[in-house]
């Protein structure tokens, strides 16, 4: 069966620094664009970043660009994002996703079939 796992995810101070990974299983993600998710305080996910399936174009929510950095090595089939910069507001359950077959970049969560359990991060003030 398919699975994406989440992990990476703690406790950081302010200011501070956490990479996060999303490893696939099941089948390759290699031609299939992937984003990370998150829920906070807010009643859905909320968009933070995606990546194309070859990982040649990256966009953000406006509140994380320039912070956070999403990645990709399709042969390890595993999904990264760096996150620098941490603020208390970044605190939230994230959440790795893949989209069936299609290469282009979403940032829209309807848009992903498989999706992680998720992983917390918690920044502190």
């Known amino acids: 069966q398919v699975q994406l796992v989440e992990s990476g995810g703690g406790l950081a101070q302010t200011g501070g620094s956490l990479r996060l990974a999303c490893t696939a299983s099941?089948?390759?993600?290699?031609?299939?664009?992937m984003g990370w998710f998150r829920h906070g305080s807010r009643e859905e996910r909320e968009f933070v970043a995606t990546i194309t399936a070859s990982g040649q174009f990256t966009y953000y929510r406006p509140s994380v660009e320039g912070r956070f950095t999403i990645s990709r090595d399709n042969a390890l089939n595993t999904m990264y994002l760096q996150m620098n910069s941490l603020k208390p507001e970044d605190t939230a359950i994230y959440y790795c996703?893949?989209?069936?077959?299609?290469?282009?970049?979403?940032?829209?969560?309807?848009?992903?079939?498989?999706w992680g359990q998720g992983t917390q991060v918690t920044v502190a003030s």
């Open positions: 099941g089948r390759s993600f290699g031609n299939s664009a």
């Open positions: 996703a893949a989209r069936e077959t299609s290469e282009y970049a979403s940032s829209f969560y309807r848009d992903y079939t498989y």
